[in-house]
């Protein structure tokens, strides 16, 4: 199975300050047809989770454009260029690119 | 709006059964390929099984090959998993999510404790 490794856990940010997100797999995640599928979801508390970013880099719909997805292959990051209140709760990567389907660990936005 | 109703949760001994049922709409249901994700009580996300659109092709974690089977009826828009050999270890919200992780449903609890 491929495992997704997210860092850091916890992630104490300060309103209006960056943050970043890393989420490393074991195996590379480039489909036989040449797509990347690791996707970004953010579950706040109580709800249920959102998908933020698909393919890497896109963005769902009404997602604000803080929010970023890079990298490739085995190595992937979020970032949020300026982070608001409504940013806090966990934060998964997810592949979709082999069976089974797997989850990063989750890392919890907080506000200092 | 999209909305996927998830219902059928509940209190079962281990061993026992349960069927969990997913109900969409605002969504073309018979285009997407559609899954149960579940989390256990204040951890991680697992993806537990996923069906292809007319569902001719069905995928499980492998903790629960043999146990648990999805479904899907087109024609009602509903997605389906039956849950049987229940173990303590299956007790988390179970989500039903469509079209790897776009749409996600409210989550219904299972618990299996005796």
């Known amino acids: 199975d491929v495992v997704m490794t997210q860092s850091p856990l916890s992630l104490p940010v300060t309103l209006g300050q960056p943050a970043s997100i890393s989420c490393r797999s074991t195996?590379?995640?480039?489909?036989?047809?040449?797509?990347?599928?690791l996707n970004w979801f953010l579950q706040r508390p109580g709800q249920s989770p959102r998908r933020l970013i698909y393919q890497v880099s896109n963005r769902d719909s009404g997602v604000p454009d803080r929010f970023s997805g890079s990298g490739s292959g085995t190595d992937f990051t979020l970032k949020i260029s300026s982070v608001e209140a409504e940013d806090v709760g966990v934060y998964f990567c997810m592949q979709h690119t082999h069976w089974p389907r797997t989850f990063g660990q989750g890392t919890k936005l907080e506000i200092k | 709006e999209v909305q996927l109703v998830a219902s059928g949760g509940g209190l079962v001994q281990p061993g026992g059964s349960l069927r969990l049922s997913c109900a969409a709409s605002?969504?073309?249901?018979?285009?997407?390929?559609m899954s149960w994700v579940r989390q256990l009580p204040g951890k991680g996300l697992e993806w537990v099984a996923s069906i292809k659109q007319d569902g001719s092709e069905k995928y499980y974690v492998d903790s629960v090959k043999g146990r648990f089977t999805i479904s899907r009826d087109n024609a009602k828009n509903s997605l389906y998993l039956q849950m049987n050999s229940l173990r303590a270890e299956d007790t988390a919200i179970y989500y039903c999510a469509a079209d790897s992780g776009r749409y996600w449903g409210q989550g219904t609890l299972v618990t299996v404790s005796s």
């Open positions: 605002g969504i073309t249901f018979s285009r997407y390929w």
């Open positions: 195996q590379s995640l480039v489909s036989s047809g040449g797509n990347t599928y």
